[in-house]
């Protein structure tokens, strides 16, 4: 079949489709490693669980330790991945079994998702989202705001195409009504799409700590407690609102304090390793708080800062000259007043001392999780993992991408945590062990 760039296939020709290479994952990794690949001229499938592609990168707000623009770094790439001839994109699109068959080649079975929208009749109008009568939390704003029932995730999108939440819909066909191009099609059902590759990249990222198993930090109890993503997305440009707030009363906060390490060094919670980009990010919030919000007290609340990368100590030097407020303590509880501010107890590790402080609103800075699901797809080799459930790199020094099956390759944060600099690195490095892989064949 040939390459599109969207998110239909032939569905006749699927069956015996052959591509050079099956990229599990279209965050920054797997469009990297993708668009790499293509442009060496190999056939690329990209394949999706979510309905656009993008990945965490395209809902951030800026990236350390520049401060540039992370959607004007990311949409681009976006597009470029989604407009290459050599690349195939999937959306809603799972890997759901890779048997690798005795001639070295896969054999892929692929769980394609309906949207209920026809994809290529879409204009992106949103006239259905005016008149659905059902409204839900917004998962890609985690939560902070509602979505009808049928969306589209988000402004910048690709592909900008509605899909329906069947789960939530209640069938009122009210959208169909609406739609001036008539693509509302209730008739969709789930699709298996059987292809054969010769190489498979996994680059299916990493999972945010979800602090709700530690109850003492309030968190889905305290409607002030919210997470450094809920954070993220306030202040992003495609934000869901135009200040930054507080969820409880939608007050500007004055005093705002950052929780370190929130599901990261904890074994306690099964993650005995430091997450790498927490102190970081943290940092970056600070400092785009401090500007605006230039009367807040921002207080992050640290075990140790880790400033390890090009030019981050000079980054967490300069929110300490702007007035950031770093306290060395660990949090032993959080406890919520009448008016919704929060009072933070905790070990101030220089002197020893319990100390309390009140703050309006706290940010919980999540850890990175391992992301261990891909495993179950392979079904006659093992795809071995590490000791944190991280995909296992078996010649770390010599060929980092390589895993223990032969042909599979893994791209960022699929085998650790790392910023994002790290993740492009690791995805040029799976692009070209791959391609002298796919080499060997011609």
């Not at 005795?102 to 992106?124: A, I, M, W």
Request: with cysteine.
């Amino acid at each position: 079949m040939e390459a599109t760039n969207n998110d239909s296939m032939n569905r006749s020709n699927a069956g015996t489709t052959d591509y050079d290479v099956l990229v599990i994952g279209a965050g920054i990794a797997g469009e990297e490693s993708a668009l790499k690949l293509a442009d060496m001229g190999f056939k690329v499938l990209l394949i999706e669980k979510e309905p656009s592609i993008g990945g965490k990168m395209i809902l951030l707000s800026k990236v350390f330790p520049t401060l540039d623009c992370a959607a004007c770094i990311t949409t681009p790439k976006v597009s470029e991945t989604a407009r290459h001839p050599n690349i195939t994109i999937l959306t809603l699109a799972e890997a759901e079994s890779i048997v690798k068959e005795e001639n070295n080649l896969f054999s892929v079975t692929l769980k394609k998702h309906p949207r209920y929208v026809v994809e290529n009749d879409c204009t992106g109008c949103q006239e259905c989202e005016t008149v659905c009568p059902m409204v839900v939390k917004d998962q890609f704003q985690f939560n902070l705001v509602a979505r009808k029932a049928i969306y589209i995730p988000f402004n910048i999108a690709n592909p900008r195409v509605a899909l329906i939440d069947i789960e939530n819909c209640t069938l009122c066909g009210a959208c169909e009504q609406k739609c001036p191009s008539n693509c509302i099609d209730f008739t969709q059902k789930e699709e298996l799409v059987n292809i054969k590759v010769k190489s498979v990249i996994v680059a299916t990222g990493f999972k945010l700590f979800d602090p709700i198993s530690i109850e003492r930090y309030g968190y889905g109890k305290y409607k002030n407690v919210i997470t450094s993503m809920q954070m993220e997305r306030e202040l992003a440009p495609t934000r869901p609102f135009n200040n930054v707030m507080r969820p409880s009363d939608g007050k500007v906060p004055d005093k705002i304090a950052y929780i370190f390490c929130t599901g990261s060094r904890d074994h306690t919670v099964g993650n005995p390793i430091c997450s790498q980009v927490c102190c970081m990010y943290s940092t970056k919030q600070a400092q785009l708080l401090m500007g605006a919000l230039p009367m807040a007290d921002i207080s992050l609340y640290y075990i140790n800062i880790r400033a390890f990368g090009k030019g981050f100590n000079e980054f967490y030097m300069q929110a300490k000259d702007m007035g950031a407020n770093y306290v060395k303590g660990k949090i032993g509880s959080i406890s919520e007043k009448e008016n919704g501010n929060l009072i933070l107890r905790y070990e101030d590790i220089n002197t020893g001392k319990v100390t309390e402080k009140e703050h309006d609103l706290v940010v919980l800075s999540v850890g990175l999780l391992a992301n261990p699901e891909i495993t179950k797809v392979f079904k006659n080799e093992k795809l071995e993992l590490d000791a944190l459930k991280y995909i296992k790199q078996p010649d770390l020094l010599q060929s980092p991408a390589t895993t223990s099956i032969k042909g599979v390759f893994v791209a960022g944060t699929a085998t650790a945590p790392m910023d994002i600099p790290d993740t492009i690195m690791s995805a040029g490095a799976a692009a070209s062990e791959t391609s002298g892989y796919l080499n060997q064949w011609s």
